[in-house]
């Protein structure tokens, strides 16, 4: 779910959403948020590609995967990871206790380290200040725990609250 208000985004059928009624020449923050439905994607390959990274057997070739892959988001991949994802696999957790159920990266950034992605803190906002007609914002969507990409998204209609949060302006 993303927070745009008061402005409402229209989808079309690829996902992308606009604006209507934005003022050009003003501030806009873009933060994409999802926090449901934890265990979408989530199965015991995940458990064994994670625990394989973590022996040493695997590499896991992107930083979304590593991302993914540390749902305890302690900015690193331990067997704490593999006790949680399990815990949630098995019905003993409904959540993850530190983190969101997505994280949103933009698109745009590129890590210094792909193999150590918290090397830097990667962005999960996009701030657009004076804005013009061409601008935009592409977010890359990781969804926690699905290391192996099986998560499914639901429609991509608008809906839910939204948001956008600007400065005060006169």
């Known amino acids: 779910m993303f927070f745009f208000y ?51 057997g695997n590499r896991l070739i992107s930083p979304y995967q590593l991302i993914a892959a540390d749902v305890n988001n302690s900015k690193s991949i331990t067997t704490l990871d593999l006790i949680q994802l399990r815990k949630l696999i098995l019905n003993i957790d409904i959540r993850l206790e530190n983190n969101t159920s997505w ?5 745009d950034y590129r890590f210094p380290n792909p ?8 962005p999960e906002v996009k701030n657009i200040n004076n804005l013009e007609r061409s ?3 592409n977010f890359v969507a990781i969804k926690l725990g699905d290391v192996n990409g099986s998560a499914t998204v639901e429609g991509r209609a608008a809906t839910g609250a939204f948001a956008i949060n600007t400065a005060e302006q006169a």
């Open 6 to 56: 008061p402005h409402v985004p229209v989808a079309d059928v690829t996902g992308e959403f606009g604006f209507d009624n934005l003022q050009e020449g003003y501030d806009y923050s873009i933060i994409p948020q999802k926090d449901q439905d934890y265990k979408n994607g989530v199965s015991t390959l995940d458990l064994i590609l994670i625990q394989a990274y973590i022996l040493g």
């Open 103 to 107: 994280r949103f990266v933009d698109a």
């Open 115 to 122: 193999n150590n992605p918290w090397q830097g803190a990667f």
């Open 135 to 137: 601008d935009y914002a």
